[in-house]
């Protein structure tokens, strides 16, 4: 990401855990599906109302839980929760670099996977909004850098606009690192097994 990236000034980011807190481990699932000649990203919407990232676009995931053998169990369990994206559907091919949120000290392990299209969802009405599926060349087409107001500071940050659609923050972050990994060398692998039908 640009030099404008969230945050200007990281010890102005008003913080919602203490400085020494440990981060919180967490992971997200990655999904991609192939539709006709086209692959696309599968995203959440949060609910306007929650306490954190209220509004934001994210992947379905989250804290991991002390059940929870390992942080794949974590993005295959919150995916299943939030959305209703049966396992049994999901085939992992790949993980992305962590990445931390500054304002709410997670850190987050994300999991790419492959789904079939046509999955029916059912979303958490305590959480997820919408659940959005955008081609990912429209979202790359959508890259730009845009102004936000967060907690009184304005900001300039890297995002992807798609239609009504603002993809900025972590979710940005790791958007950017799929794409990397789909233009790379080991990419073209995972970019074929997206592809897959």
């Known amino acids: 990401m640009s030099a404008y990236t969230w945050p200007p000034d ?3 980011v008003p913080r919602l855990t203490p400085a020494a807190a440990e981060p919180v481990a967490s992971a997200v699932l990655v999904p991609l599906y192939r539709d006709g000649d086209r692959t696309h990203l599968v995203l959440t919407r949060r ?4 306490r954190r990232h209220a509004g934001e676009i994210s992947f379905p995931g989250g804290r991991r839980d002390a059940a929870d053998a390992d942080l794949t169990e974590t ?7 939030e959305i209703g994206l049966p396992r049994s559907q999901v085939q992992l091919i790949g993980e992305l670099p962590v990445t931390s949120t500054f304002a709410t000290n997670y850190l987050i392990h994300p999991f790419v996977a492959t789904i079939p299209a046509g999955v029916a969802w059912e979303l958490s009405p305590k959480e997820v909004d919408a659940v959005l599926e955008l081609p990912l060349e429209e ?7 845009t102004t936000l107001e967060r907690r009184g500071i304005t900001f300039q940050t890297d995002a992807y606009v798609v239609g009504e659609h603002l993809i900025w923050g972590a979710t940005a972050r790791i958007v950017e690192h ?7 060398e080991a990419g073209e692998a995972l970019a074929l097994r997206a592809g897959a039908s």
Do not use: K, Q, V
């Not at 979202?139 to 850098?145: D, K, Q, S």
């Open 47 to 50: 609910r306007s109302d929650l």
């Open 10 to 12: 990281p010890s102005a």
């Open 139 to 145: 979202i790359n087409a959508g890259r730009t850098i």
């Open 178 to 184: 799929l794409f990397a990994r789909l233009t790379d």
């Open 75 to 81: 993005a295959l369990r919150e995916a299943e929760e």
